[in-house]
């Protein structure tokens, strides 16, 4: 041990999680064998400075991120290390099976291979993966399973830059169902033997994403064109009300029958509909094109949509599946010095947790 190792401070990220209308950031600790929340903070980005993921006004951002910090419950934020997200329907994750079982020629199977799934060019596409090892995919010595996470070139740049002119150390920035898969699976990880599948669905503000999940990894995410915004407009128009007030109709209303008169439900039969379609199909894909799935017994959901009222049991009655609701805070304690995240927003930071969790400790998985 170096003699100024009293100067090395153990080194932890925090997670910043960017969507287009607003900024999340986490921050955990290892503390005698407890994961604990240190800090915490959320910031509304006004609409127009991140469009369809990209980012258009960074000054606009940087300052807000700046905020974001200085302002956040808990502890000081000190730290320049941070863990980011890239936006989720830009990217792409799957499971790939690939026919070699030399690690060595991995790389270039795989470019060859994600060309079949992406309709852009492996050469403006950042990859990167993770061989799964484990009892399941370990079985067949001729194929290697691996985890392939693609984004576009442009994109990936544009978010490293921002962060790094908003004088932040990006040490990795994820794709989204990377962070909501750990923040919503961290216990799961000691046994996977007949588990079943579960499906994740992130309900948020501007899309909804979708992760498949089974024998111990991510098997995929797609985007489904739904989200909060748009129901908050179905009701604005039903109702004929402005934004704000179908808003505020929609978080006390949500899909119960006996609020409002059960009208949202009958405004937005066909978005929910359209959404139960959608899962059904994520499921059908998954078991007609992976290897032998388990089957799916379980959706869960996070995001701020997920506390849509009765969201939960009008899905599980369409889908018949149980539907439940995610805690990115199952595992993590909190620190009875500061004020926690208030339980009705605990869903929405499912991916501010998912970042924090890689920062803490700082591992590539
Ligand atoms: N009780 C509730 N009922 C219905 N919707 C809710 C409720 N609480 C929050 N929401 C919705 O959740 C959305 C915000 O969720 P979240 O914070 O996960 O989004 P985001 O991460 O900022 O956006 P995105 O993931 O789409 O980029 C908003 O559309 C908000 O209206
Ligand atoms: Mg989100």
Request: charged share 25%; with cysteine.
């Amino acid at each position: 041990m170096s003699f100024l190792s009293f100067l090395n401070q153990e080194k932890t990220a925090f997670g910043l999680d960017m969507s287009e209308l607003s900024l999340k950031l986490a921050k955990l600790k290892r503390r005698g064998g407890k994961v604990f929340l240190e800090s915490w903070n959320e910031i509304e980005l006004p609409i127009g400075l991140i469009i369809d993921g990209e980012i258009t006004d960074s000054q606009k951002i940087i300052s807000l991120i700046h905020k974001l910090i200085k302002n956040c419950h808990g502890k000081k934020i000190f730290t320049k290390e941070v863990v980011s997200v890239l936006p989720e329907p830009k990217t792409f994750l799957k499971l790939i099976e690939i026919p070699i079982s030399d690690e060595k020629k991995l790389a270039s199977a795989i470019k060859e291979e994600i060309e079949r799934h992406i309709p852009l060019p492996a050469d403006g596409m950042y990859l990167d993966w993770k061989i799964i090892n484990n009892p399941f995919y370990n079985q067949d010595s001729s194929k290697i399973y691996a985890l392939v996470g693609a984004s576009p070139k442009f994109i990936s740049n544009q978010y490293t830059e921002l962060l790094d002119d908003a004088g932040l150390n990006p040490i990795a920035l994820e794709i989204e169902g990377v962070a909501i898969a750990r923040s919503l699976t961290m216990e799961e990880t000691e046994s996977i033997a007949n588990k079943p599948a579960k499906v994740i669905i992130d309900f948020g503000a501007t899309r909804t994403g979708l992760v498949v999940y089974d024998h111990g990894t991510i098997q995929f995410s797609l985007s489904i064109p739904i989200s909060g915004e748009m129901i908050t407009k179905a009701i604005a128009s039903g109702l004929d009300l402005g934004l704000d007030e179908a808003e505020k109709i929609k978080i006390a209303c949500g899909l119960d029958k006996k609020r409002c008169q059960g009208s949202l439900g009958k405004i937005l039969h066909d978005h929910i509909d359209d959404l139960a379609t959608n899962i059904r199909n994520a499921i059908s894909f998954y078991y007609n094109h992976f290897t032998e799935p388990s089957p799916v017994d379980k959706i869960i959901i996070c995001g701020g949509g997920a506390n849509f009222r009765n969201l939960d049991k009008t899905l599980s009655h369409k889908l018949d599946m149980k539907v439940d609701m995610g805690n990115p805070l199952q595992n993590i304690s909190t620190n009875q010095k500061y004020a926690t995240i208030p339980p009705d927003k605990i869903s929405s930071y499912t991916t501010a947790i998912g970042l924090a969790l890689r920062g803490m400790n700082l591992t590539n998985d």
